[in-house]
T-cell receptor
Framework: DAGVIQSPRHEVTEMGQEVTLRCKPI?????LFWYRQTMMRGLELLIY????????DSGMPEDRFSAKMPNASFSTLKIQPSEPRDSAVYFC???????????FGPGTRLTVT | RKEVEQDPGPFNVPEGATVAFNCTYS??????FFWYRQDCRKEPKLLMS???SGNEDGRFTAQLNRASQYISLLIRDSKLSDSATYTC?????????FGQGTTLQVKP
């Protein structure tokens, strides 16, 4: 299995621009998670899906952030408009069940200038 | 108070030393526990899962104490290649909450 796939790996954009991060979970995994990691706050759960349905988005920082999962093999995290404080590494992870191990993608390193 | 508390370290130990990391969790309903290893500029990778009282894999031992609500990770005979950040997580119905991560530096 190729594991969780994320794109792009690096993104540099200017403040105010729209940013779209993409994720392909491991085939057969029913759960998909989006995390943000910074030095100050560590790994924070933003939102997670079960069978393509958003279950908990309480970690989404504000309305500028949105996530979708149109099918079992694809999810996007969008930031519009982006701000410098959004600079972080964004990880996508997937798991087979809700209390089972999560497997992380390589992450997208976002820099907003 | 954070739901999962972990000493951020750093821990600096010589090769061959035994080192222990501890995490406490506040949600008594947590069902599963995990230890992840993260190398610099890489993604977290699953090191061990802990579903019952403990788990052992070679030089690594994870223990769970539900009464006191803590999990621990013991690394014996540490190697230079063990240098990384080790993060605990507790899971309850889908949400995996992570600790802050503990940085380990093993020195020759």
């Amino acid at each position: 299995d190729a594991g969780v796939i994320q794109s792009p790996r690096h993104e540099v954009t200017e403040m105010g621009q729209e940013v779209t991060l993409r994720c392909k979970p491991i085939s057969g995994h029913d759960y998909l998670f989006w995390y943000r990691q910074t030095m100050m706050r560590g790994l924070e759960l933003l939102i997670y899906f079960n069978n393509n349905v958003p279950i908990d988005d309480s970690g989404m920082p504000e309305d500028r952030f949105s996530a979708k999962m149109p099918n079992a093999s694809f999810s996007t995290l969008k930031i519009q408009p982006s701000e410098p404080r959004d600079s972080a590494v964004y990880f996508c992870a997937s798991s087979l069940a809700d209390v089972r191990e999560q497997y992380f993608g390589p992450g997208t390193r976002l820099t907003v200038t | 108070r954070k739901e999962v508390e972990q000493d951020p370290g750093p821990f600096n130990v010589p090769e061959g030393a035994t080192v222990a990391f501890n995490c406490t969790y506040s949600n008594s309903a947590s069902q599963s526990f995990f230890w992840y290893r993260q190398d610099c500029r890489k993604e977290p990778k699953l090191l061990m899962s802990v579903y019952s009282s403990g788990n052992e894999d070679g030089r690594f031992t994870a223990q769970l104490n539900r009464a006191s609500q803590y999990i621990s990770l013991l690394i014996r005979d540490s190697k230079l290649s063990d240098s990384a950040t080790y993060t605990c997580g507790s899971s309850n119905t889908g949400k995996l909450i992570f600790g802050q991560g503990t940085t380990l530096q093993v020195k020759p």
